[in-house]
């Protein structure tokens, strides 16, 4: 009986080991990549002359790439973890809305445009996080995949915009509009991820 008790005790430590291992994988590691580099891109673009303009701006690009990298070595892999589905949907806040806020506080970017993104953001997680509790999946949209690229895009023109490019480039007027048609994405999106948790809270009955 004691050898058998301690084989499976080997065996409980030996699966929770298992899982932090899992834990510790490349996917992990690029989401974890891309909330380091959030503050390196702050201090960049903190003080924006168009050099650090720049090194803010290619940092941002190569956080936003991680996005794209993380994801699909997860799933080519299978190494698809509950932390990564944590991290990964933080990590793409924060890097949006460290750049959106700093765009607003140099006047690149509307205020009520950055308040209406970050509102999408907060609803859409207090919305996931209650369907998880509740048992429900909420499927990522594909709108919301195209409103993030539109948004890292338009941020990037945003921050390029004082003197970089030529003078006939009007950077900020293109960004501008990508930020709007983001804008416009991420409510569409949004209100489908508020349509499909009613529907699906209205077929289980919570």
Not at 50 to 61: E, G, H
Not at 105 to 122: C, D, G, H, K, P
Not at 184 to 194: E, I, M, P, Q, T
Request: net charge positive; glycine share 6%.
């Amino acid at each position: 009986m004691r050898v058998s008790g301690a084989f499976k005790q080997a065996e409980s430590i030996a699966a929770q080991c298992e899982v932090r291992e899992t834990n510790v994988n490349l996917p992990n590691l690029l989401t974890l990549t891309r909330i380091l580099l959030i503050p390196v891109f702050v201090v960049l673009f903190s003080s924006p002359t168009p050099s650090r303009s720049l090194a803010a701006a290619v940092v941002f690009v190569v956080a936003a790439m991680t996005d794209l990298l993380d994801g699909y070595v997860a799933r080519r892999r299978s190494q698809v973890t509950k932390l990564g589905k944590l991290l990964d949907p933080i990590a793409d806040k924060l890097l949006v809305l460290s750049g959106l806020i700093l765009l607003v506080q140099f006047q690149r970017v509307a205020a009520l445009v950055a308040i209406l993104i970050i509102a999408r953001e907060v609803a859409v997680t207090g919305v996931r996080a209650i369907a998880a509790s509740e048992g429900i999946v909420l499927e990522a949209e594909t709108i919301g995949k195209y409103k993030m690229v539109a948004q890292v895009i338009a941020i990037v023109l945003l921050i390029l915009e004082d003197g970089i490019a030529p003078a006939f480039w009007n950077l900020h007027a293109v960004g501008t509009v990508l930020l709007y048609a983001a804008l416009a994405l991420a409510l569409v999106s949004g209100g489908r991820y508020l349509l499909n948790f009613w529907r699906q809270v209205a077929i289980k009955g919570v």
